[in-house]
């Protein structure tokens, strides 16, 4: 049965160096029950598409306060399309003159939320933007197009591969992921990462990255974020340490919320792994969510295990346990 939840990127693209607004829209979102992908500040709008495509974004939220928007906005939606994916959505808010309305919105942006905008506006338009993707999504399944993405994968196309990831996520069933997801490459390093809350995780993989593309390697993230339980929304904030490598071609970071999983993983962790070490992938990483003494499903998926913890935060017979 299919499980979806709507998935958006937000993006402060240019040299604004504000986002409070931008978060708080994302704590709302993730109350709202989606799941919200936050990039962090200062992105570009190669950086921003990017980010868009491989998490399989069913919006592209643009927060502008530098009038920078009538420049760089159609850029955005330029780079989606070179990136193959003209049809995700590209809402923009911040400071949007009235004035600058009409040329946004010939330029191919989708929603225009303006200041006075109400929080319930925007999250209906989201979700409204979002249900039309997904039923995209699901005429294209059924038009056969999930083959094509599969093969596309295996040779290599990123956006391919998070379309497929996208289809793993919202309920494939274990026998038809395993019946398509043939011939896996087993020659794909996977590297668990885990550890408590705000050890630094993310931040440890951004420093990989830059060594692993030093040496040519083609690398993949997999970061695991925790779901609320009361309206199962995630706020995906791990992209936000990895900006170093937001554009580099060599790597795909996909961000994936826990939807009620225990054990430091999601549900389809172990299967999006399969997709991912098939599709020209020579290192796989995986970040579990912050775990605590119990959490170690990474353990039947990764090898080698990376436990980072928090100088003083126990004495020995804590770290023993």
């Known amino acids: 049965m299919e499980r979806t939840a709507t998935r958006v990127v937000l993006a402060k693209v240019g040299l604004d160096g504000h986002d409070r607004g931008v978060k708080v829209l994302a704590r709302r979102f993730r109350d709202a029950g989606m799941e919200v992908i936050y990039t962090g500040l200062w992105q570009t709008p190669a950086a921003a598409a990017k980010a868009a495509v491989e998490e399989d974004a069913d919006v592209l939220g643009l927060s502008f306060h530098s009038a920078a928007h009538l420049t760089l906005a159609p850029i955005v939606i330029e780079k989606l399309a070179v990136f193959g994916r003209p049809d995700i959505a590209v809402a923009l808010g911040g400071i949007i003159p009235q004035d600058d309305i009409q040329a946004m919105n010939e330029a191919g942006v989708a929603a225009i939320f303006e200041p006075e905008a109400s929080l319930q506006h925007i999250i209906h338009d989201i979700n409204r933007l979002a249900d039309s993707a997904r039923t995209s999504r699901r005429a294209a399944i059924a038009d056969g197009h ?176």
């Open 146 to 321: 999930l083959d094509d993405w599969i093969a596309a994968s295996r040779a290599g196309d990123r956006a391919a591969l998070a379309r497929v990831l996208t289809w793993i996520e919202n309920g494939a069933s274990y026998e038809e992921i395993t019946r398509r997801l043939t011939d896996v490459d087993d020659t794909t390093i996977v590297v668990g990462i885990t550890g408590a809350p705000g050890v630094g995780k993310s931040t440890l993989i951004g420093r990989l990255l830059k060594e692993l593309r030093q040496r040519d390697k083609q690398v993949a993230v997999v970061a695991v974020d925790p779901a609320s339980p009361i309206t199962n929304g995630a706020l995906l904030g791990d992209r936000a340490r990895m900006t170093l490598s937001a554009e580099d071609p060599g790597v795909f970071l996909r961000s994936s919320a826990s939807r009620g999983e225990l054990g430091g993983l999601a549900p389809t962790t172990g299967s999006m792994i399969r997709a991912i070490v098939g599709a020209k992938i020579d290192v796989l990483i995986v970040e579990t969510v912050g775990a605590g003494q119990n959490e170690i499903a990474i353990r039947d998926w990764a090898s080698p295990l990376v436990l980072l913890l928090m100088p003083g935060a126990g004495d020995d017979l804590q770290l023993s346990k």
